[in-house]
Each structure stands twice: as C-alpha cells, then as structure tokens.
C-alpha cells in the first residue's frame, strides 16, 4: 500500500521566491497534518485537516504561509515569499481518523532550503 | 496546555546494552500517549502506544507503561540493536483536538557496535 506521498523531496531556492509542497494523504484517512522540523524549535504543528477542511492553523508561521485542501488526496503548503528561516524539513502526515486517536502516518519529508 | 517532557540526547550506548528514555507528560483529562521513531533520513512512524492508565505497549523489544500517578510513559529496551539508532519522540493525544498530537522534544540514541 502506498504511504504518504510528498513532493518534492528536497528544494533549494533563493529568498523571496514562491514555494510549493505537496502532499498525498493515504486514501481513506481523514485527517491531513503539516509539520515543521528544525534543529532548533523541534517539530512544530503547522496546520490540520478533518474532511478537508482545516480546524487549527495556529501553527502557521505567518501571513506568507497558506495551505489548502482542495480534496481527500491532496493538500499544498505554500510559502510566499521565502526567506531563509523557512528552511526545515516539513512533513505532511495523515490519520484514519477519531477510531485511531494519534496515530499518524508520516510522509518521508520535503527539505527546504532558503538561500 | 498540554506538554511533553523528554530526556535531552544524545543517548549513546554499545549493542545490547538497556535503553531507558524517560517522558513526562502534562496534560487536561485523560491523554493516549505514542512513542515515534524516525529513522535517518525518514518520516517519524509510529513505535507504540498505550491508550489508558496501566497500558503497557510494546513493539519490537520496545515497552512503555502508561502511568497516571508519575505522568510518565518511558521508553525501555532491554538489547539494543545498532539498527535501533534513531530519534525518538514521545507524545500524547487528549482527544479534545481530534488526532492533534503534542510531542516531546525528541531523544537522539545511537548504538555502536
């Protein structure tokens, strides 16, 4: 079965440029999750999906952060402009729902850097 | 607000020697609690998990034992492998937020041979 899918697996790209990462969920789950790794703030919760629609972005950065859900099997992140601080690993994960309370289904990661 | 504590790495140790990671966790109501492993160069997966006071969870040699009086849920091995180096992190779920998940800081342990 496939797990799930992000692209692109790495971007480099210089400050101020639009940046776009893409998630697949695993078909079936219901809940979609962006995260953000870096060394130094850890993993940190960016936004969350149920059934499409998103319930908490209180982790989202700021204003050049947006993500979107348009369907069950697919979902963007966008940074707009960059900067170098933007550089992480961001993980997108994805969850059958309340009858598996925390168990998530992470992707292999997209790695951003911001030159 | 909910929080996870874990103990700071890296935790390095030589094959087959005890892994012990501890977690504390704060937390309103009555949390599920999750270890994750990431693996070099992975997404985090899932290790183990245990929904309520008393549970002990387990997978591949890996236990952990939820419990309510010490809010702890550490993490023990008792023969480590060097396929087990990785990061680990603790977590919990109160519910309240649907899958919302708080983890930990994340523990480093490399294994040598």
């Known amino acids: 079965d496939a797990g799930v899918i992000q692209s692109p697996r790495h971007e480099v790209t210089e400050m101020g440029q639009e940046v776009t990462l893409r998630c697949k969920p695993i078909s079936g789950h219901n809940s979609l999750f962006w995260y953000r790794q870096t060394m130094m703030r850890g993993l940190e919760l960016l936004i969350y999906?149920?059934?499409?629609?998103?319930?908490?972005d209180s982790g989202m950065p700021e204003d050049r952060f947006s993500a979107k859900m348009p369907n069950a099997s697919f979902s963007t992140l966008k940074i707009q402009p960059s900067e170098p601080r933007d550089s992480a690993v961001y993980f997108c994960?994805?969850?059958?729902?309340?009858?598996?309370?925390?168990?998530?289904?992470f992707g292999e990661g997209s790695r951003l850097t911001v030159l | 607000g909910n929080s996870v504590t874990q103990m700071e790495g890296p935790v390095t140790l030589s094959e087959e020697a005890f892994l012990t990671i501890n977690c504390t966790y704060t937390a309103t109501g009555y949390p599920s609690l999750f270890w994750y492993v990431q693996y070099p160069g992975e997404g985090l997966q899932l290790l183990l998990k245990?929904?309520?006071?008393?549970d002990k969870g387990s997978n591949k040699g890996f236990e952990a034992t939820y419990r309510k009086e010490t809010t702890s849920f550490h993490l023990e091995k008792g023969s480590v492998q060097v396929s087990d180096s990785a990061v680990y992190f603790c977590?919990?779920?109160?519910?309240?937020?649907?899958?919302?998940?708080?983890f930990g800081g994340g523990t480093r342990v490399l294994v040598k041979p």
């Open positions: 245990a929904t309520k006071a008393d």
């Open positions: 977590a919990l779920s109160d519910g309240a937020a649907g899958n919302k998940l708080t």
């Open positions: 999906f149920n059934n499409n629609v998103p319930i908490d």
């Open positions: 994960a994805s969850s059958p729902g309340s009858s598996a309370r925390g168990e998530l289904f």
